[in-house]
């Protein structure tokens, strides 16, 4: 009896050594801080009541694909800043797909590799959510304000959509924040006044189905491209023209190959801050509370500098010579709208939310 009793000490001190030699990476960081708050909010009891929190401080680790001078990193930066003396949560932040690229941050999310990440609402019609597909429409939104309110997390349509996309993927999306505006950059110059103008151009747009139909709305040949890639098909003719938001495009240096900006405003460009699921779980209600008081301070300050920014560049652009052209855009508009509509996929779309947005723009 003893002998065993000994090796089963000695095998019990085995599994623990081994679960203490962690390797290092993201992932296994992470696990490790979700399974301690999975832990520790077991033993918040009335302390959730009180708001005070009863787990140690947090270290979320985000991750996006955008470069340095991206509007995401934007508000990586403003997160850190918001987060500043925070007592439950801070932030490691990892961009220009240092952790992962772009085509997979969506998984890394699903999987708990990456605590938030910062995903377009195109990843989720890719992934089997076609009612998503109405979110990534051009000329769905007539501003950046009119989104930020439909994705309040306090208000009833963010609410709706945030637990729609939780039960269906079990990630939270807190909120979205302003990417910039998306418009045309074509490597030669052409007059552009309705869709009919951009007939047989060749324009990149991301990887992705609801990316090529987003550029087919707007009259554009349609092909994907990474985003790498751009800027020396812009340069050789492989590709005549590229539509992205314009911080993205002025970060990737596009300017130095481009001869005209069409302020077509196809989609004024968001993307969701989403947390992993089991992050989210872990989490008790004033934690919760907290996180989505954090996104929602860097959000504001991160939209604000984007317009600022927006602005700054198309001012920059024209100095050096870029012709830059506002087309007919209600055109743009009843051609875009009448596209989608007649689609396949408008099937799968919730049409009350749709009328409710397009009768609350412009």
Partial sequence: MIRQTCFGMVAMMGILMLAGCGSGNTGSSNTSQTTAAAEQKADAGNDVESGSPSIEKLTLVTTTSQVTGGPTQMLQEAITKAAEGNEMFEFTHYDNSTLFKSSEEFQALMDHDVDIAFLPTSYLYDNGALWCDMYSMTYLFDSPQQIAEFFDPYSETGKTF????????????????????????????????????????????????????????????????????????????????????????????????????????????????????????????????????????????NDAAVQAKEADILKECEERGIRIQTPDVEAFKTYAREFYLASEEAKDWDMDTYNTIISSGN
């Fill in 162 to 301: 945030a637990q729609k996309v939780y039960d269906e993927f079990h990630f939270w999306p807190i909120t979205s924040f302003d990417l910039s505006t998306r418009n045309v950059w074509l490597a030669k110059d052409k007059d552009v006044r309705t869709p009919d103008d951009l007939k047989g151009i060749l324009c990149r747009v991301p990887n992705g189905a609801s990316w090529v139909k987003m550029g087919q709305s707007i009259g554009v040949s349609a092909t994907s491209l990474d985003s790498n890639e751009v800027y020396l098909g812009m340069q050789t003719g492989t590709i005549e023209a590229q539509e992205n938001n314009m911080i993205s495009s002025y970060a990737n240096a596009l300017q130095e190959v481009t001869k005209t900006i069409v302020l077509t405003g196809h989609q004024y460009n968001f993307n969701l801050v989403c947390v992993a699921g089991d992050v989210w779980d872990a989490l008790n209600d004033a934690q919760k509370d907290e996180l989505t008081r954090v996104i929602v301070e860097a959000v504001k300050e």
